[in-house]
Every structure is written in structure tokens, then in C-alpha cells.
T-cell receptor, first 113, second 116 residues
Framework: DGGITQSPKYLFRKEGQNVTLSCEQN?????MYWYRQDPGQGLRLIYY???????QKGDIAEGYSVSREKKESFPLTVTSAQKNPTAFYLC????????????FGPGTRLTVL | SQQGEEDPQALSIQEGENATMNCSYK?????LQWYRQNSGRGLVHLIL?????REKHSGRLRVTLDTSKKSSSLLITASRAADTASYFC????????????????FGKGTLLTVNP
């Protein structure tokens, strides 16, 4: 089964803690993305990576960090510097080409206690 | 920054009726895509229309694109209760060289409710 997986599905964090959200894909896609979704605000791009060992900031990168050491994996760390991290986080991937259709994981809901 | 803006924000119809959602955007695009999201789930790609296309069909879906007005519409015909979801447009902005810049910009979505 080809696809994109995210874990955990639900994550609770205490204030001041860093947490890491996992995203793995076996679609052999070059590019991977992290989005944040808040109610009524649609999706906002946090970070993206077009190739291994390279990534770029999106529109709301402050308080987040990523790595891309393997093609299949693009973990997102939500640091204590992110002041309002409670949100639904979505990972996506695409095979770079003419059309950039993105495939999404099921999401991780992060709640700060 | 939001590129696409969907209209209306919410739409409630009866099963069997058609549903039309609109999307407006601001900059030149390589293509425009529509996605569906069931509550609490990831997004699923529905249909893509390239900047040089005006209309595209896929099953009960019909998408139009008017680049002069920077707008698109998604029509779902003969709606079913299972079509209840949020629908998002996403624009693949044209890069300076004219191709994709491999980033999508999403609108805020239209919440469609189809009542049985």
C-alpha cells in the first residue's frame, strides 16, 4: 500500500516542551510539506522540502523546525518558541513535475495543556 | 498569505441538488486544484485545471477557470449526503520562469452540507 502516514494521531504537550510529529511516505515523492490548519483559516504552509537535505521556510515557520535526512521522512518539531501550537497539522508530498498534485496524510491534532 | 478565497464559506443543500463553490485568487497561476476534506481527516485531491484550460470534468465534478477574472468554480451535480465535507481550492503559482514553483496556496474552504 503506497501512501503517506503521520503519527501520532493525537498529541498532548505541556507548555515549554518540544514535540516532534512524524511524517513518512512510500510514494517515492521528491517534495514534502507541512501545513497547519486552524478552524476557519484553511491551510498555512510551515516548511517544505523539495529534495533530501534541503528545506525552505513557508509562511509561518517561526517556532517550528524540520529535517530531511531521508527521502521518505520529513519530521516536524514544534518548539517551545511556538506561542500558540494547538492546531491540526497536515503533511503532504508530491512528485515534482508539471502539476504538483499533493497527497496528504491523515493529520496530527496537537493540543497544548 | 492566502491566495485563494472560496465563496460561500458554508453551503447547505438537499440531496439531489447541485452545489456550486467559487474561488478567487490574486496572482498568475500554473494550475488550480480542488481538494476535499472530511472532518478531522487529511485532504484528498479532486481535480486539477491548468491555466490554459477553461473547463474540466471528472464524474459529477465540473471545474471552470477564468484567468481574466482570476476565478474558478467547482460544480458538484446530483449531490449525495456522502459529499458533505469541506472543499478547498489551491493555486500553484507560476514561477518567474513560467513553470510551477512547487508550492500550493490554499483558500479557507467552503463547508458543504448535503441533507438527506
Amino acid at each position: 500500500d503506497g501512501g503517506i502516514t503521520q503519527s501520532p494521531k493525537y498529541l498532548f504537550r505541556k507548555e515549554g516542551q518540544n514535540v516532534t510529529l512524524s511524517c513518512e511516505q512510500n510514494l517515492n515523492h521528491d517534495a514534502m510539506y507541512w501545513y497547519r490548519q486552524d478552524p476557519g483559516q484553511g491551510l498555512r504552509l510551515i516548511y517544505y522540502s523539495q529534495i533530501v537535505n534541503d528545506f525552505q521556510k513557508g509562511d509561518i515557520a517561526e517556532g517550528y523546525s524540520v529535517s530531511r535526512e531521508k527521502k521518505e521522512s520529513f519530521p516536524l518539531t514544534v518548539t517551545s518558541a511556538q506561542k500558540n501550537p494547538t492546531a491540526f497539522y497536515l503533511c503532504a508530498s508530491t512528485q515534482r513535475g508539471a502539476y504538483n498534485e499533493q497527497f496528504f496524510g491523515p493529520g496530527t491534532r496537537l493540543t497544548v495543556l | 498569505s492566502q491566495q485563494g478565497e472560496e465563496d460561500p464559506q458554508a453551503l447547505s443543500i438537499q440531496e439531489g441538488e447541485n452545489a456550486t463553490m467559487n474561488c478567487s485568487y490574486k496572482t498568475s497561476i500554473n494550475n488550480l486544484q480542488w481538494y476535499r476534506q472530511n472532518s478531522g481527516r487529511g485532504l484528498v485531491h479532486l481535480i486539477l485545471i491548468r491555466s490554459n484550460e477553461r473547463e474540466k470534468h471528472s464524474g459529477r465534478l465540473r471545474v471552470t477557470l477564468d484567468t481574466s477574472k482570476k476565478s474558478s468554480s467547482l460544480l458538484i451535480t446530483a449531490s449525495r449526503a456522502a459529499d458533505t465535507a469541506s472543499y478547498f481550492c489551491a493555486t500553484d503559482r507560476a514561477s518567474p520562469s513560467g513553470g510551477s514553483n512547487y508550492k500550493l496556496t490554499f483558500g479557507k474552504g467552503t463547508l458543504l452540507t448535503v441533507n438527506p
